[in-house]
């Protein structure tokens, strides 16, 4: 499955940014967004199942993320509120191999092409 993200840019401390991934066919796998900042390792963010069912986060967005999916268009997207520097990273959406969600890199076989998010002071 190819990915393609998109909706990644600058923006201050507080604001909103909406994250798109966009899947080239439909599959019945979670798919899931992780970023990775400058001299970090790659951090899970978010994942949902394909029905949007279940969906899990990483301890740092709760609460200010929320991943959802589009069935019919085979998108997942990320709304991101009350972003805050820290939040800067790359940010990748991925697709599972498997319906349920997880926060392992490794159970991930397909990745975008990573979006740059930028949170200034």
């Known amino acids: 499955v190819q990915l393609q993200a998109s909706g990644g840019g600058l923006v201050q401390a507080g604001g909103s940014l909406r994250l798109a991934c966009a899947a080239s066919?439909?599959?019945?796998?979670?798919m899931g967004w992780f970023r990775q900042a400058p001299g970090k390792g790659r951090e899970f963010v978010a994942a949902?199942?394909?029905?949007?069912?279940?969906?899990s986060y990483g301890d740092s967005v709760k609460g200010r993320f929320t991943i959802t999916r589009d069935r019919a268009n085979n998108t997942a997207d990320l709304q991101m509120n009350s972003l805050k520097p820290e939040d800067t990273a790359v940010y990748y959406c991925?697709?599972?191999?498997?319906?349920?969600?997880?926060?392992?890199?490794?159970?991930?076989?397909?990745w975008g092409q990573g979006t740059q998010v930028t949170v200034s002071s």
């Open positions: 991925a697709m599972g191999n498997a319906y349920e969600t997880t926060q392992d890199p490794k159970e991930y076989d397909d």
């Open positions: 066919r439909r599959t019945y796998n979670a």
């Open positions: 949902i199942t394909w029905n949007g069912a279940s969906t």
